[in-house]
């Protein structure tokens, strides 16, 4: 059974830094894309941050480019999001998400590009 964990969200004034966490398991091959995507109540599931489990090719959100850094750590299909200079509207449900299982890939920063999603960490960035 595939499994999705977040963690490391939570509150922080503008201009600080969070680092979140995240575990795929339930399968062992590490050739995923690995991704973070982030949804304020009302609006779209935006994607933030992925990484390609082959090759370690990563890809950013203009909103983020330069601010947040994606890493993985492929023997344990963990990834991490370090996020700096957080702004208040980077405030959102964060959502960590593994291409493992789709049969369509329509980008590594498409919603509709994956399966198996964890349960969200909250991060509030207040002003």
């Known amino acids: 059974q595939v499994q999705v964990v977040e963690s490391g969200g939570g509150s922080v004034q503008a201009g600080g830094s969070l680092r979140l966490s995240c575990e795929a398991s339930?399968?062992?091959?590490?050739?995923?894309?690995l991704t973070w995507f982030r949804q304020v109540p009302g609006g779209e599931r935006e994607g933030v941050a992925a990484v390609a489990g082959r090759g370690g090719a990563t890809v950013y959100s203009d909103s983020v480019k330069g601010r947040f850094t994606i890493s993985a750590d492929s023997a344990k299909n963990a990834v991490y999001l370090q996020m700096r200079s957080l702004k208040p509207s980077d405030t959102a449900m964060y959502y960590c998400?593994?291409?493992?299982?789709?049969?369509?890939?329509?980008?590594?920063?498409?919603?509709?590009?994956?399966?198996?999603w964890g349960q969200g960490t909250q991060v509030i960035v207040s002003s």
């Open positions: 998400t593994t291409s493992y299982g789709t049969s369509s890939f329509q980008g590594p920063l498409d919603q509709r590009s994956y399966k198996y």
């Open positions: 339930g399968y062992t091959e590490t050739n995923y894309w």
